[in-house]
């Protein structure tokens, strides 16, 4: 069970990252996928996610109208497109695979987690 999270980076205000998460066919392909983040001395927090045909997404309000999830089966690759991105969005930004076909809100409802990609936001 491998998820590889890159595309982080360091952006201006105002700017767009997009951030790619790499998940193998065993484990993505029937599973709602999730992206979280944690900024330091935070708890890790939802920002979005995608129900396993593509349809179905939620998003945190603090990221809605700005961030976009997407996800690509023929390469078992989630994507976050972030634009509009403000120095609150700075932290480390995590995909994980839910535990069901869904993608939930909670942390307690994904099972895999990939290590992060590091995305910096300054003013």
């Known amino acids: 069970v491998q998820l590889q999270a890159s595309g982080g980076g360091l952006v201006q205000a105002g700017g767009s990252l997009r951030l790619s998460c790499a998940a193998s066919?065993?484990?993505?392909?029937?599973?709602?996928m999730g992206w979280f983040r944690q900024a330091p001395g935070k708890e890790r927090e939802f920002v979005a996610a995608?129900?396993?045909?593509?349809?179905?997404?939620a998003y945190a309000e603090s990221v809605k109208g700005r961030f976009t999830i997407s996800r690509e089966y023929a390469k078992n690759t989630v994507y976050l497109q972030m634009n509009s991105l403000k120095p609150e969005d700075t932290a480390v930004y995590y995909c994980?695979?839910?535990?069901?076909?869904?993608?939930?809100?909670?942390?307690?409802?994904?099972?895999?987690w990939g290590h992060g990609t590091q995305v910096t936001v300054s003013s």
């Open positions: 066919a065993r484990t993505s392909s029937n599973n709602g």
């Open positions: 995608i129900g396993w045909r593509g349809i179905n997404t």
């Open positions: 994980a695979t839910s535990r069901s076909s869904v993608g939930g809100t909670s942390v307690r409802e994904y099972q895999y």
